[in-house]
C-alpha cells in the first residue's frame, strides 16, 4: 500500500497518475467480478512497476509480477505477468479492441511487438485463467479517466488482508 501510495503523481498515462489508475482498475473489477478478491487486486496493482521503477516501462508486466508475488500469491502474479500479452492478443483477436487503447498505450503496443501470432495466441488461449487475464485487461483501458473519483487506496486494506500470504 505504501508503494502504491507513491503512485500519486507519477505518471505513465498523461492524464492518471499511477495511483489514479491502479484505484480505478480495481474498483472496476471489484464491481464487475465481487466474488474473485485476486482478479481485483491484481487489477490494484497491475501497473506496480511503473511505481517502483519510475520512467522505466520495460518489461513492466513481468517484473511487476515479481514484486507482488511473494505477498500476493501466484495467482495475483500471474495476472499482472500477463497484462501485456493479454493486450496484444486483444489486438489480434478482437477487431473493435485497438480503438479502445489511449494513445500512451498505442506507442507502447509497438514497442511490446504489436498483435501476438498465432502460437502467442494459442499460449494465452491455453490459459485456465484467461477469461480473468482479459477481464484485467478491459479494465485497465477504463481506468484511465481523469474525471473518475474511485474509493481510496485504505478500502482496499481489507481485501489485501485476506489474500496477502
Ligand atoms: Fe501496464
Ligand atoms: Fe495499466
Avoid: N
Wanted: one cysteine or more; hydrophobic letters at 45%; charged letters at 25%.
Amino acid at each position: 500500500m505504501a508503494l502504491l501510495a507513491r503512485g500519486a503523481g507519477v505518471h505513465d498515462e498523461p492524464d492518471v497518475d499511477g495511483l489514479a489508475h491502479a484505484l480505478q482498475c480495481g474498483a472496476d473489477l471489484r464491481a464487475s467480478h465481487p466474488d474473485d478478491v485476486e482478479l481485483a487486486v491484481a487489477g490494484l496493482v497491475h501497473d506496480i512497476a511503473d511505481i517502483a521503477f519510475p520512467h522505466d516501462h520495460h518489461d513492466h508486466a513481468h517484473r511487476g509480477a515479481e514484486l507482488v508475488e511473494p505477498l500476493l500469491g501466484p495467482r495475483v502474479a500471474r495476472l499482472v505477468g500477463a497484462h501485456v500479452d493479454a493486450k496484444r492478443y486483444l489486438v489480434a483477436t478482437d477487431p473493435a479492441y485497438r480503438a479502445r487503447l489511449s494513445p500512451r498505450s498505442i506507442e507502447t503496443l509497438e514497442l511490446q511487438g504489436d498483435g501476438l501470432d498465432a502460437s502467442g495466441i494459442a499460449a494465452l488461449a491455453s490459459e485456465a485463467d484467461l477469461a480473468a487475464i482479459l477481464a484485467l485487461r478491459r479494465a485497465d483501458e477504463y481506468a484511465k479517466d481523469p474525471g473518475a473519483r474511485p474509493l481510496p487506496l485504505d478500502s482496499w486494506r481489507p481485501l489485501l488482508g485476506r489474500i496477502a500470504r
